[in-house]
T-cell receptor, first 113, second 109 residues
Framework: SAVISQKPSRDICQRGTSLTIQCQVD?????MFWYRQQPGQSLTLIAT?????????ESGFVIDKFPISRPNLTFSTLTVSNMSPEDSSIYLC??????????FGPGTRLTVL | DAKTTQPPSMDCAEGRAANLPCNHS???????VYWYRQIHSQGPQYIIH???NNETNEMASLIITEDRKSSTLILPHATLRDTAVYYC??????????FGTGTSLTVIP
C-alpha cells in the first residue's frame, strides 16, 4: 500500500491563530479524507478532499473552520482556523488507492493554548 | 454515523487466540466490513476486510455470519504487540469510514 506523510507531526499554537497541515502520498490516490481524533476518543471524519473542487464536509464541520485543498492526486492540506483549546486533537489524513484499503498517515498532534 | 458496535475492552492471554466481536445489524448487501487497529495514537493500520465469505491473511482471520449482521476478528496467537484499539468499520457507498468506539484489547503476559 501507499505511504502517507504529514507535516507538522505536532505543534503547539496560540488561541485565535490558524495552522495548515500538509498530507503527501507517495502515489496517486482516488480519494483522500481528513479525520479528527480528540483525546481518548475514536476517529471522526471531517471531510472528503476532492481533487480540483470543494471538499465534502460531514455534519458538524464547516469550510470556514476547516478549509481543505487538494490541488492534485497526491497532496492535500487541512487548515484549522481561529483555533481554540477545543481544537486540540490529532488530525489524520487518509487515502484510498487502487486496492480495497484505506491507509492512514501518522497524524498531526495539535495543542492549542 | 457508525454502523458498528463493539465491546469497549477485552483481555487475552499471550499465545492464545483473541476473538473480537462486532455487530453490524444494519449493514447493506454491498457494504464491506473492515478491521483496523490503532496502537498508541498512531495512524490506524489495516488488518483485513470481507463481504460475505470468511477471509484469512497473515495477520488475522475474519468470520462473517451468514446473515452478515455480525463478524469476529480472530488473532490466532496474540502477542504483546497486538495490544491496541481494534475498530470494526462498515465501508459505505462513498468509501467513507465512520469509526465506532472500538475494542481496547490488552494482551496479558
Amino acid at each position: 500500500s501507499a505511504v502517507i506523510s504529514q507535516k507538522p507531526s505536532r505543534d503547539i499554537c496560540q488561541r485565535g491563530t490558524s495552522l495548515t497541515i500538509q498530507c503527501q502520498v507517495d502515489s496517486q490516490v482516488t480519494m483522500m479524507f481528513w479525520y479528527r481524533q480528540q483525546p481518548g476518543q475514536s476517529l471522526t471524519l471531517i471531510a472528503t478532499a476532492n481533487q480540483g473542487s470543494e471538499a465534502t464536509y460531514e455534519s458538524g464541520f464547516v469550510i470556514d473552520k476547516f478549509p481543505i485543498s487538494r490541488p492534485n492526486l497526491t497532496f492535500s492540506t487541512l487548515t484549522v482556523s481561529n483555533m481554540s483549546p477545543e481544537d486540540s486533537s490529532i488530525y489524520l489524513c487518509s487515502g484510498w488507492g487502487r486496492g480495497n484499503e484505506q491507509f492512514f498517515g501518522p497524524g498531526t498532534r495539535l495543542t492549542v493554548l | 454515523d457508525a454502523k458498528t458496535t463493539q465491546p469497549p475492552s477485552m483481555d487475552c492471554a499471550e499465545g492464545r487466540a483473541a476473538n473480537l466481536p462486532c455487530n453490524h445489524s444494519t449493514i447493506s448487501g454491498n457494504e464491506y466490513v473492515y478491521w483496523y487497529r490503532q496502537i498508541h495514537s498512531q495512524g490506524p493500520q489495516y488488518i483485513i476486510h470481507g463481504l460475505k465469505n470468511n477471509e484469512t491473511n497473515e495477520m488475522a482471520s475474519l468470520i462473517i455470519t451468514e446473515d452478515r449482521k455480525s463478524s469476529t476478528l480472530i488473532l490466532p496467537h496474540a502477542t504483546l504487540r497486538d495490544t491496541a484499539v481494534y475498530y470494526c468499520i462498515v465501508r459505505v457507498d462513498g468509501n467513507q469510514f465512520y469509526f465506532g468506539t472500538g475494542t481496547s484489547l490488552t494482551v496479558i503476559p
